[in-house]
């Protein structure tokens, strides 16, 4: 084994005065939730407000930098098989989530076998004292080598990517919104919290009787909302869609419909909302190991889409990756492998797309294809198969072959990899908000966010940041 590759200790025999050892470690708010998590102490000075992002001005705890000084001892002197006895500390200053901290231990005594004190001291990077103290340890008589353990692999899911979406969607105003049959309670309470959040104005569409039953069996007055009386579902998809079309929305809500009978309304030739390109599906999900929201499509509508109808699935998802904030996403087009192969058509898809891009005739982001879902995602596995480019490792668009694959992707991210989505229909004249009879509020919230975003987007040209307070009208 290389050095690098193992611990070992200073045996009591070999320890001298003076010897000394160190380590650096910054601050960061996972260290601050797994300190939490390991000590129950979930003192609110030492993490942020729930749903809100770390500021730097959250306070570590002091046990959490002590523990630097646990570290040194265990893993560079004396090394393993040391064992405390007593630790003295005086804290002089705070540490704060960003602090990059040097905790130092220095022999100072060795008393009878296998005693030792040593000083403790632990810096800022510019001088400033944390804490300076005592201990007292047993020292390992004899060596010990041992291969460096790599620790599990912990997921933390503590960074919130949906809250800083909806944030920004509030600020643009409400934005009326057709809610085409919410007569059941998760329906309706996803538009009323939608509305109670200042994203939209609700138009409720379907028999009125039904959605105030509705109403009471989740305990809110809906009296306020304007109502649209209609005798079925499909009649009731049928004036959303003329509702929109009148310039009264700038979007639908699906409620306790199904997808068929009010997208049928909506890509009417004659009277719907068709658009220039395909409608598609666009999932976007919040993974707890990634940086950036991961967008997915299309997972709900189109079931095995050609090549012409999957360059608009692409064109698609990349507005709206961009309207959320992505200012060049990178597209990865999925395929069971990573080459070119005539009996599987999705990779051949995958490279007219992946050119096609290239050419400008995809705009807005690096198109890469096809790619496998670990080179897509996983930099390593890029590059054991000799991947390189923008997208392979990194991609946060992910374009799947065909509506199974993308529904059992987006599905095994949310119910095993304990990611949260949200989806839209997008590439009609207004967005779609498609949410499922699983989704919860939260999930119906985001995607009245997506909504707006992609509103303001499709309007300007230009992803919404925050600084233009121009609001989303209703559609012509």
Request: glycine fraction near 8%.
């Amino acid at each position: 084994m290389q050095p690098r590759d193992v611990v070992k200790n200073v045996p009591y025999d070999e320890l001298k005065v003076g010897d000394t050892a160190s380590l650096e470690r910054t601050c960061s708010i996972q260290d601050i939730y797994l300190f939490a998590h390991v000590s129950g102490n979930t003192n609110p000075v030492h993490m942020p407000a729930e749903g809100k992002e770390a500021t730097p001005d959250i306070t570590a705890p002091a046990m959490w930098a002590g523990s630097l000084i646990s570290a040194v001892f265990g893993t560079l002197l004396p090394g393993p098989g040391t064992l405390y006895r007593s630790q003295e500390l005086n804290f002089r200053n705070r540490v704060f989530v960003g602090d990059k901290l040097k905790a130092s231990v220095t022999c100072i005594k060795k008393g009878p076998k296998p005693l030792a004190t040593f000083e403790t001291r632990i810096e800022k990077s510019d001088g400033t004292l944390v804490a300076e103290g005592l201990a007292d340890l047993s020292v390992p008589l004899e060596h010990n080598v041992l291969p460096r353990r790599e620790l599990p692999t912990l997921i933390l899911d503590a960074k919130d990517q949906f809250t800083p979406l909806i944030e920004r969607a509030r600020s643009l105003g409400r934005m009326t919104t057709a809610v085409v049959c919410p007569d059941d309670r998760n329906s309706l309470n996803g538009a009323v919290l939608a509305a109670r959040e200042g994203l939209i104005e609700p138009i409720l569409i379907g028999s009125k009787a039904a959605i105030l039953k509705a109403a009471e069996a989740i305990g809110e007055d809906i009296s306020a909302y304007r109502f649209v009386e209609a005798e079925d579902h499909d009649e009731a998809a049928a004036k959303a869609v003329e509702i929109v079309r009148k310039g009264e929305a700038t979007a639908i809500m699906k409620g306790n419909i199904h997808s068929d009978q009010l997208l049928a309304q909506v890509v009417k030739k004659d009277g719907g909302l068709r658009g220039s390109r395909r409608i598609s599906h666009v999932f976007a999900m919040d993974v707890p190991t990634l940086d950036d929201l991961l967008f997915i499509s299309d997972a709900a509508i189109n079931i095995a889409p050609d090549l012409t109808t999957k360059i608009d699935i692409v064109q698609n998802a990349i507005d709206l990756a961009q309207a959320c904030g992505l200012e060049k996403p990178r597209v990865g087009v999925l395929s069971a492998v990573e080459t070119v192969n005539p009996n599987i058509p999705s990779t051949l898809d995958a490279a007219a797309l992946s050119k096609m891009a290239e050419r400008g005739q995809i705009t807005g982001a690096v198109v890469d294809g096809p790619l496998a879902m670990d080179n897509a995602m996983d930099v390593a596995a890029a590059r054991t198969k000799g991947i390189a480019g923008l997208v392979a490792g990194h991609a946060n668009v992910l374009i799947v072959p065909n509506l199974e694959a993308g529904n059992m992707l987006a599905k095994e991210l949310t119910f095993v990899a304990r990611a949260e989505a949200a989806g839209l229909v997008v590439g009609a004249k207004v967005p779609v908000m498609l949410t499922s009879r699983a989704d919860n509020d939260r999930s119906r919230l985001v995607s009245a966010a997506l909504a707006q975003l992609y509103e303001y987007k499709r309007r300007t040209g230009k992803a919404y940041t925050g600084s233009d307070k121009s609001t989303i009208v209703a559609a012509e």
